[in-house]
């Protein structure tokens, strides 16, 4: 079993239904829709975080997903470069509440050299366990050479939260490999909480995913895709929801955080 790592990871152990909000950053320099200068970006990612913190989020994640088309595992060093100054501004305007990071594609190195730098909680992981195919090619397993690296630069207090059968993604060559198999194997391998989506981004988990996942393993299990107000109650059990979608103007992901539908949701998760 993984060693608690910090303080939001020890305490998604010990309750369920946390909200993550995420911030897509405005595409980031050498991607094709890059348009804004550093500083308009950071102030971009601030303006959400403040959303966030307005309505008592427990954390956000901060991932660069306008700069598709996604290079695989090897991200412009501009790219790492901005994430970590971004970070770093959510850090200093706001040093108590927690943040993950996510570098597109299956960069999990730099997002955990981002967050060891800027004192973020976790990253969230692509091919941790289990090789698949990605709208950016085949992704190969992780496990063993990111949590070597985590040791090998002293960020041990960084959580790796890893997706299992993860969305945008075909799972043919482990098709014989159940939810159940792949989160265990998650666990074995050191993972501190386990990610489930649906097909793609904005689809909603099967419930099943998550009972059979649940009955697993001890691990938090997060929620990463296609959580609402109008289903949030199908998946009481998860442990933390990561929500960008519902949260943005009229549900797409790449529209600006809605503050209402941010208020709407927190609220109801009060009751």
């Known amino acids: 079993m993984a060693a608690l790592r910090n303080g939001f990871l020890s305490s998604l152990r010990n309750r ?24 308009r970006i950071i102030e ?16 956000v994640i901060i991932e660069n997903m306008h700069d598709r088309p996604y290079l695989n595992k090897s991200p412009e060093p501009a790219v790492t470069a901005v994430m970590a100054v971004v970070c770093h501004e959510i850090k200093r305007m ?18 955990l050299a981002v967050a060891m730098a800027t004192g973020g909680s976790f990253i969230r992981a692509e091919g941790f366990v289990y090789s698949h195919i990605g709208d950016e090619g085949w992704l190969d397993s992780c496990a063993g050479e990111l949590l070597r690296y985590r040791r090998s630069i002293g960020a041990e207090e ?9 969305k945008h993604s075909s799972h043919a060559v482990t098709a014989d490999v159940t939810i159940s198999e792949t989160a265990k194997t998650a666990e074995f391998f050191c993972s501190d909480g386990i990610i489930i989506t649906g097909s793609s981004t904005g689809d909603a988990v099967n419930p099943e995913d998550l009972k059979e996942a649940s009955e697993s393993i001890k691990l938090p299990i997060v929620l990463g895709s296609g959580v609402t107000c109008e289903n949030v109650d199908l998946y009481a059990e998860a442990n933390a929801y990561i929500i960008g979608s519902h949260f943005k ?15 709407n949701f927190m609220s109801k998760m009060m009751h």
């Not at 040093?95 to 960069?107: D, E, K, M, R």
């Not at 009229?250 to 208020?263: A, F, L, M, S, T």
């Open 16 to 39: 369920h239904r946390a909200v993550i909000g995420m911030i897509h950053l405005p595409a980031l320099p050498g991607a094709p829709a890059h348009k804004l200068q550093i500083p």
């Open 44 to 59: 971009s990612a601030l303006s959400e975080v403040e959303v966030y913190h307005q309505h008592n989020v427990d954390a």
């Open 94 to 111: 706001y040093p108590s509440l927690p943040f993950g990071v996510q570098i597109l594609s299956g960069c999990n190195r730099e997002a």
């Open 249 to 263: 103007k009229n549900g797409v992901w790449y529209n600006p955080v809605d503050p209402i539908k941010v208020k």
């Open 158 to 166: 960084v959580g790796i939260l890893t997706d299992i059968k993860k």
